[in-house]
């Protein structure tokens, strides 16, 4: 990335009170000032996603979470945001992974990224990742496959969230199934409520785990 949607000196001091400066400058302040108050609707979809461009990784970053914050009527940003997830800068991929499930099932083309991102990226987008995949809800191969792994993870958060998010999607595939029962032996108590959760989501998998403990 080579552009910046404002100055330098714009950027490294945000000021409010200048009449003097353009409609494009105050609206990057609402994405990087705290203390501006924020006014972003739908219309501004095609200014935040000129921003996920910006040479500022805060304002990319921000823009992310702002059009997140918009839920489904962000929806045309759908590609933008997927592009961001092969950012350079760790924040800016997991606000893009943040932003396209608040999107929910309009940002299903983004599946097979997210599924990449959720097993092979830092923990915080890959915890970001997996609860993405269970917003969006699409129960394809690549989202299946990538939640199974992401039990298996190093990191408690990363594991809750993949438990949750194959709680959300619903399915009850044997693979799925197994690595749940596995996970209910989950070192990390917030995981095993998760994986509970999600058990009890899938009637197939609740009545499977009731007849083994009949069983023994």
Do not use: W
Request: proline share 5%; hydrophobic share 45%.
């Amino acid at each position: 990335r080579a552009r910046s949607l404002t100055s330098p000196q714009t950027r490294s001091s945000v000021s409010t009170s200048t009449s003097t400066r353009s409609p494009q400058d105050r609206a990057v302040d609402r994405l990087v000032n705290p203390s501006v108050p924020r006014s972003f609707d739908a219309t501004s979809v095609p200014f935040l996603i000129r921003s996920l461009e910006d040479s500022v990784a805060d304002i990319r970053q921000s823009a992310a979470y702002t059009l997140g914050g918009l839920g489904e009527a962000a929806s045309g940003a759908a590609q933008e945001l997927t592009a961001l997830l092969n950012d350079p800068v760790t924040s800016c991929r997991q606000a893009a992974a943040v932003a396209l499930g608040a999107i929910g099932p309009a940002a299903e083309a983004a599946t097979a990224s997210l599924a990449k991102a959720a097993v092979k990226d830092h923990r915080m987008v890959r915890a970001a990742a997996c609860r993405a995949l269970g917003a969006i809800g699409r129960p394809d191969k690549d989202a299946m496959n990538a939640l199974v792994n992401a039990l298996r993870d190093a990191d408690p958060t990363v594991r809750s969230q993949a438990a949750r998010s194959l709680g959300s999607i619903g399915v009850a595939s044997p693979e799925a199934v197994s690595a749940l029962k596995v996970a209910l032996s989950d070192e990390s108590a917030d995981v095993r409520c998760r994986v509970v959760t999600a058990i009890s989501a899938m009637p197939d998998a609740l009545n499977e785990l009731l007849t083994g403990f009949v069983a023994a």
